[in-house]
């Protein structure tokens, strides 16, 4: 048998599986909750200066097991800034997953657009979505990004 790399499971997971998915939405989790400690979120927007850029977090919606996020570069100024890339994620505490929902239609990463229902098509459209998420999530950590407290105030309580 050959010797497999360091997250072999993704070489080795089917694309376009829903089991190969869950296992792609399980390690997003494990990279966020690196990159976010505290999900129970006591925050409602934070900023992590790393060596690359700014990295945006802002809570978009909360609910009983879950939570969205938007996760963000900005980049330009005035008209011409743009977020980038722009996505939008839930974290699903109770299952610990964490899905990319969407990517803007006007970052440039439009293939990667958010798609409506789950069936085969779908799961074409999620998986580079999150491995896109996969592999950004472990860049920031690498430029040493983080939302523990350190980085950002305690929201009031």
Known sequence: MPKLKRNHWLQAAQPRSFTGLMGLYESNYRRFERLVPELDFPFEAAES?????????RVV???RYTTTVHLTYWF???????????LLLRVYRDAQLAEAISCDARSRYVALAGVPEIDD???KAQWPRNL???KWLNYCLGQGHGFGGAHRPRTPA
């Open 121 to 123: 098509d779908v799961l």
């Open 76 to 86: 330009g100024e005035g008209d011409e800034l743009r977020a980038d890339p722009d």
């Open 132 to 134: 896109l998420l996969n």
């Open 61 to 63: 919606e909360r609910c």
């Open 49 to 57: 200066r790393g060596a690359d850029a700014t990295l945006y977090l």
